[in-house]
């Protein structure tokens, strides 16, 4: 090393080392994106490929992984029907329908999977992988409203369709809506509308509430339409109380509504926390108590039966909304129950519905568009009318990209047949009754890019 | 008064809770000078002891039956257990009683599981640091965890309580009180007292017995102990099993009042690890003291009244008292001179 160069405090050496490395990191991100942005002017364009790739981004560990299971198993049987696989399940009840049961647009199709944890950074890191790194044209999945939000924000910057998985939550379709996202799975305006009439017929006009609430946006999106349709009924709130997620013991919540003055405790909990209230409300008796010269009602806005299955005997007789059931009779929920009993040897929660559904409906608007450009496939989605998946007539708003159909209320099986028949529907509450403004949630859908 | 009765009665039931696995987590820190982040899943197998008897007590016979058929078209099953085949209604009483008979199992289990987990992993590090340690029992803590979650799911595995204290207890009524004004679960009850008489064995064990003289003789000073030919390193592997027997018999029996899952060791540890810095590290009775104190202050500050005017408290309140104790006593409430200050 020469004496000049080390006047400058920098060798000839460390200079090529540093611009070496410092050129080596600029050129990586183009290695991995270099197929984001090919020759047909959108991400990921498959070109002459044979086939292409759809990302399924599903919980795969953490409190929801049983709900991530099951529409990982949706996901895997929708792919097997879209390329001529198996018995062919809704394809054949979908109308109007573009699928032919040769893969997409002809290419055969297949998928990569990622695990959210139900944890927005990790949902996104890997999300972006599958973008970035596995050419995606399409993501879909997930089992929280706060997960679908961060994905979606994602997918909408890197210019990839986002099928939403089970989001419950107004924010996804309303303040926080994207061009490039689109919810098959209903909301909890929608669970407001739906349940509010079966709860005055049951339980009269003449009650107080109480809310325990899962501090998050779906828990606040909830408690604000529950409130907002049962105060309208003549409901009292007699309180609002915010519980952390994961709270495991919720006794010290629950004690307070022993002599609080309400006569029903909602419980804006999904997933473990919903388990964990309703088995232990059920335990301080709440089922059991007179207030107000009323029985006391629990009532659980948002059902599922993953979770009516782990609340056991304690979901018995208590009211919700729910997306889906497997016992529908109409000719879809059958096609699907049957495909996906006789693969897996059960019936499909209503998360594995909604991603089963979502798969067909991005395939269908390929197909209708005949390109994988995002901004064709957004156009055959907006406004799509649709039926024989499941829910009846839908409709794919335009404004808003949220479905619009009948919402089921539900309860808890007084007399289960078996282990699966643990929700009995009450009610189809038609479309009509749960259709709301497009600008009524607020939000922005923004443009496409491509 | 009613809702300030009801939160104690919270605070004791959950500070049983705290109080059994800070207890196991003080005796293994006592005898080996080991922080055992593994402890909380301790706590979670003894759960899944309970779960997984049962699973075993429902084994179900199944007929197939070709006349009915499931809605996907496959033959009906048709599933009766095989105990209430065998057995009639003793079999029926053994299912209704898992959870307390899952106890039996629960100690062998967790007996063996404890002193294995001592002689093949743990001794291996008694002569690293702390650092060490925590980092090899968290590992294993996320190994059983991920074991426990490839068998079992992910999704809370609700356990019934016998149905002869399945209900509450209007204990309101039972004091003179209106009724309904204070009603408490039959289960925490019982729990509370299950609580009370392990603890209480635990201490008898270890000051009316000479192995627990012995013992607490080699939590002072390990070396004399063994210049006097104990074998003090067998009696402390027998004391991480103790520790796990305690663990596992508290994760047992809070099944009915949690429905276990595979991270419930996890969310038990944290706050355990703070129960036993306030009650002192290496103090049993700081542990247990301070189990009952935090359990029953977390319940206060989740009280609506409480919120009002100091939101999120219920979330911070231990921590906040742990940093309080520490600025204060250093040592924790009941902690001696000496105790992990180096």
């Known amino acids: 090393m020469s004496a000049d160069n080390n006047k400058h405090g920098v060798s000839r050496r460390d200079f090529i080392k540093t611009t070496g490395g410092i050129a080596v990191a600029s050129a990586m991100p183009m290695f991995f994106v270099k197929n984001a942005w090919a020759e047909g002017g959108f991400p990921n364009d498959p070109g002459k490929a044979k086939s292409i790739t759809l990302g399924f981004n599903v919980p795969q560990t953490g409190a929801y992984a049983d709900e991530g299971a099951d529409e990982l198993r949706a996901f895997k049987l929708a792919v097997k029907h879209l390329n001529g696989e198996g018995d062919g399940g809704m394809l054949n009840t979908f109308k109007p329908s573009s699928l032919k049961g040769n893969g997409v647009l002809g290419k055969k199709v297949e998928y990569v999977t990622g695990d959210t944890q139900t944890k927005s950074d990790a949902a996104r890191s890997s999300a972006k992988r599958m973008i970035e790194k596995d050419g995606v044209l399409m993501i879909s999945g997930g089992s929280s409203s706060g997960v679908a939000i961060a994905v979606q924000s994602l997918c909408n910057e890197m210019g990839v369709i986002f099928m939403a998985g089970l989001t419950h939550s107004n924010d996804t379709t309303g303040k926080d809506r994207r061009k490039y996202g689109f919810r098959h799975f209903f909301n909890t305006e929608m669970s407001g509308a739906a349940l509010a009439p079966v709860l005055e017929k049951e339980m009269g006009n003449d009650r107080v509430a109480y809310h325990l609430t899962a501090d998050y946006t779906w828990g606040w999106s909830q408690e604000g339409s529950i409130k907002k349709y049962t105060e309208k009924l003549g409901w009292k709130t007699a309180e609002a109380v915010r519980t952390p997620l994961g709270a495991g013991d919720f006794s010290q919540y629950i004690t307070p509504v022993l002599n609080s003055g309400a006569d029903v405790l909602v419980l804006n909990h999904y997933g473990k926390d919903m388990v964990n209230s309703l088995t232990q409300a059920v335990q301080f008796g709440l089922r059991d108590k007179q207030v107000n010269g009323k029985d006391f009602q629990i009532v659980v806005p948002l059902y599922s039966r993953l979770m009516a299955q782990g609340a056991g005997e304690n979901v018995k007789g208590i009211y919700g909304s729910t997306n889906w059931n497997w016992s529908l009779q109409d000719e879809g929920s059958q096609a699907f129950v049957k495909s996906f009993g006789q693969e897996y040897g059960f019936p499909p929660s209503q998360a594995a519905h909604t991603c089963y559904v979502q798969t067909l409906l991005y395939a269908n608007a390929c197909e209708v568009a005949g390109t994988f450009n995002p901004c064709g496939v957004i156009e055959a989605l907006e406004g799509f009318k649709f039926d024989g998946l499941g829910n009846g007539p839908t409709e794919y708003r335009a404004e808003d990209h949220q479905c619009f159909k009948d919402v089921l209320v539900v309860r808890g099986n007084m007399n289960p047949t078996s282990q699966f028949d643990l929700l009995e529907v009450v009610q189809i509450t038609p479309r009509a009754q749960v259709e709301y403004p497009a600008d009524m949630l607020g939000g922005e859908l923004g443009p496409c890019k491509a | ?147 426990i979650k490839a068998n079992f ?89 103790l520790a796990a027997v305690v663990a596992g018999m508290a994760g047992a029996m809070y099944t009915p009042t949690l429905p276990p899952d595979y991270h419930m060791g996890m969310d038990f540890l944290v706050l355990s690890f703070v129960v036993v810095v306030v009650g002192g590290m290496g103090s049993l009775g700081g542990a247990v003291a301070a189990g009952f104190l935090l359990g029953i202050l977390q319940s206060f500050a989740s009280m609506t009244e409480i919120k009002s005017f100091l939101p999120g408290i219920d979330q911070i309140i231990i921590y906040l008292v742990a940093v309080v104790i520490l600025l204060v006593r250093p040592r924790g409430l009941l902690g001696q001179k000496g105790v992990m200050e180096d």
């Open chain 2, 1 to 147: 008064m009613d809702a300030i009765f009801l939160q104690i009665l919270n605070g004791l039931d959950k500070g049983g809770a705290y109080a059994l696995i800070a207890l196991g987590l003080t005796l293994v820190f006592g005898t080996l000078g080991v922080v055992n982040f593994a402890h909380g899943a301790l706590f979670m197998l003894g759960a899944f002891c309970a779960v997984s008897l049962n699973l075993l007590l429902n084994l179900e016979k199944v007929v197939v039956d070709p006349s009915q058929t499931t809605p996907w078209g496959t033959p009906l099953e048709i599933r009766t257990p095989y105990l209430q085949e065998w057995f009639g209604d003793f079999g029926t009483w053994m299912i209704d009683y898992s959870v307390p008979l899952s106890l039996l199992l629960v100690i062998p289990f967790m007996l063996m599981v404890g002193v294995a987990m001592e002689r093949g992993l743990i001794k291996h590090f008694y002569k690293r640091t702390h650092a060490d340690q925590i980092l090899v029992t968290f590992g294993l803590a996320i190994v059983v965890q991920e074991i």
């Open chain 2, 153 to 241: 799911g992910a999704n809370p595995i609700p356990q019934a309580a016998p149905d002869i204290v399945a209900g509450s207890m209007d204990i309101g009524a039972a004091l003179g009180m209106d009724p309904n004004t204070i009603v408490y679960p039959y289960w925490r009850m019982v729990y509370l007292f299950f609580a009370a008489v392990v603890i209480g064995g635990v201490f008898a064990f270890l000051h009316m017995t000479t192995f627990g003289m012995v013992v607490r003789a080699g939590m002072h000073d390990r070396e004399t102990v063994g210049l006097m030919g104990i074998d003090i390193d067998r009696r402390f592997t027998i004391v991480f099993g």
